[in-house]
């Protein structure tokens, strides 16, 4: 893997503006249990659905018998079967190929007990529930846990299982800060993956998943839907770091379901952020897993919509959206300004976009009869679509750089379609976005992770913001996706894991320095001072540390917005926290009036 450390101070040359240029958001990856995005302190939050095993031998089950609680948790173990004892198995950190923190982790259970912990097949330790226990983290795989007894009058249930060094602030403060401080750049954040939004099974408002629920990653088992990460969680993130809220609507949803949807959010999000609401995801996508596409053609046909199939998908997608929409305006009544009502299309193919908008705006087979509004249309403009081989390294570069000119046709190509047909009044931006590089055998898909850290990565992306923003006049781009790792179905992350250094992960790099806001002014000189701020998070007094023979006379704090929240003044001065409400902060050191450096502080 080539470093890209002399890439820093390339991209700064480029764009030495550290106040707001262009407006960035990101697709937050799917939340899995071998996510390498650390979203909560709490890891039991990842965890896998359970699998039933026997417990005389360990060895899974095909089968699930095991009644549930509303929560998740087993109603009774050990089930006895056919002369077979049965307990369940759970998995945090699967197969993972990126470093987990070691330490102390502290697995908390209530009810009556046992519990079971491994790390990576070795023989574990048993439990008794309830109880608190301190689990070494010494062979830097994957856990997993074993359920063998659960007390039907106690069952056991409220597992934690907290992170080395959270477990004071786990409660109070339930999200990873260096998950919270790598999204602190961007203006809003689209919980696509985490709502499960892709083949979603989700009908009535009572399918989502409960904020007490187990797992929040919990795709499906039986009888229970494919859903996600709770809402309350994604209106805490959003809240908590003020940024915006993308969210869609599942594609089988029921009017309930959206009227229920729509107070929730109007009651659950602070007032000032703004909620993008789509219908569904890529409803014209027909590959397997999207099993929305074909569920809205058959929607379409049963109501009588002419064919082809793109155009049925099309109309009852304009349909539902339109639904959604008015009932998202009846909720939030003299409050519609918080909306920003999406339709999205592909990019490939402008007949989609134009069968779309145009029964839209126009109520087509009377899609939208009551003339609703839409705020904003939006694409996915991906690079390296169609790169599916490479030589070596610089060869899969060379392809991506030549499929630029692709992406920026397809950009071309909606925004003239916009201007025809009079919609250019409706801003047009991206619901996903980045590189596409993405191959069918490992070995290409080696080249292409290792392509996707090469600096040559960065500049693309300088270069492809700069198309879409400057070029194109886009507007709001969404990144795909946050963090992930390289694997067999794409390098989409920014980052491959949680606390990646900056300088492993170009694509990161590009895009705060060619795209992303910081609020904070203007840089001195060609690349930033590096420096440290003790602690990280903080309630009070930091600690400034600096590299040798470097001053300062100035310190800034800004919030999220912008907003100067604290300020003071001297050769080596003080920054306070205290009188600071939780959340992300800016920490800016000054010099004669001139910028040394940032970084940003969780409070």
């Known amino acids: 893997m080539k470093k890209i450390l002399f890439l820093l101070p390339a991209l700064l040359a480029l764009s030495q503006t550290a106040v707001t240029q262009h407006a960035v958001g990101v697709n ?3 939340y899995r249990d071998w996510s390498s995005e650390f979203v909560f302190k709490d890891a039991f939050k990842m965890c896998r659905e359970w699998t039933q095993i026997n417990l005389a031998d360990g060895s899974s089950s095909s089968t699930f018998n095991i009644a549930l609680r509303p929560d998740g948790y087993p109603q009774q173990l ?5 002369g077979n004892s049965y307990g369940v198995r759970t998995y945090l950190f699967t197969d993972a190929t990126y470093p987990i923190p070691t330490g102390n982790y502290t697995l908390i259970a209530e009810g009556t007990g046992t519990i079971r912990v491994r790390q990576n097949g070795f023989s574990g330790q048993t439990y008794a529930c309830p109880g608190t226990y301190a689990i070494p983290q010494t062979e830097g795989t994957h856990f997993i ?3 063998l007894q659960s007390d039907a009058d106690d069952p056991v249930r409220d597992i934690r299982f907290v992170m080395p060094g959270f477990l004071d602030t786990y409660e109070t403060e339930p999200f990873h800060p260096e998950f919270l401080s790598f999204l602190t750049p961007f203006q809003c954040l689209r919980f696509t993956a985490w709502m499960r939004s892709t083949g979603s099974s989700i009908v009535a408002w009572s399918d989502r998943t409960p904020v007490n629920y187990y797992s929040q990653t919990v795709p499906f088992w039986g009888n229970v839907p494919y859903r996600g990460v709770a809402y309350e969680h994604m209106a805490d993130l959003c809240n908590l770091l003020s940024k915006d809220a993308w969210v869609n609507v599942p594609h089988m949803a029921s009017d309930d379901y959206i009227q229920q949807f729509a107070l929730f959010l109007r009651d659950h999000l602070n007032p000032s952020l703004k909620i993008y609401l789509e219908y569904s995801n890529e409803t014209w996508n027909t590959i397997p897993d999207y099993t929305q596409s074909t569920w809205v053609q058959q929607q379409g046909q049963a109501a009588g919509y ?9 109309l009852f997608t304009a349909k539902r959206a339109a639904d959604a929409f ?3 305006d ?5 409050q519609e300004s918080r909306l920003v009502k999406v339709l999205t299309a592909q990019a490939g193919n402008t007949t989609v976009a134009q069968t779309l908008l145009n ?6 087979e009377n899609v939208n009869p009551d003339s609703v509004g839409v705020d904003a249309f939006g694409i996915a403009p991906f690079f390296g679509n169609f790169v599916s081989n490479a030589n070596n390294v610089e060869d899969a570069l060379d392809q991506a750089e030549a499929s630029l000119s692709i992406a920026y046709e397809r950009m071309a190509n909606h925004r003239s379609l916009m201007q025809i047909q009079g919609w250019s009044n409706i801003p047009f931006i991206t619901y996903e976005a980045g590189q596409h590089l993405n191959a069918a055998d490992a070995a290409t898909d080696a080249l292409f992770c290792e392509a996707n850290h090469h600096e040559k990565m960065g500049e693309l992306y300088c270069r492809y913001l700069q198309h879409w923003f400057d070029t194109i006049g886009g507007g709001l781009m969404m990144h795909y996706n946050s963090v992930s790792p390289c694997n067999n179905h794409g390098s989409w992350g920014l980052k491959d894991y949680t606390g990646q250094p900056d300088e492993e992960s170009p694509k990161w790099l590009a895009l705060q320095q060619c795209a992303l806001t910081t609020g904070v002014g203007q840089v001195a000189g060609d690349a930033p001072v590096p420096f440290r701020v003790l602690p990280n998070p903080a309630s009070g ?9 470097v001053t300062y006379d100035g310190v800034e704090i800004f919030d999220c917005r912008g907003q100067l929240v604290f300020a003071a003044s001297g050769a080596g001065c003080d920054a306070n926290l205290t009188a600071l409400t939780p959340g992300l902060y800016f920490l800016v050191l000054k010099k004669q009036g001139r910028i040394l450096g940032w970084e940003k502080v969780v409070k």
Request: no cysteine; net charge negative.
């Open 541 to 549: 007094r930091l600690q400034i540390l600096l590299p040798d023979n």
């Open 145 to 147: 846990i074993d359920m």
């Open 28 to 30: 937050l990856a799917a």
């Open 78 to 82: 050990p089930l006895d079967s056919a």
């Open 326 to 328: 008015r009932i998202f």
């Open 359 to 364: 029964a839209f705006l126009n109520n087509v």
């Open 306 to 314: 002419p064919g082809p199939a793109l155009n049925q998908r099309a």
């Open 330 to 334: 009846s909720v939030f009544e003299n």
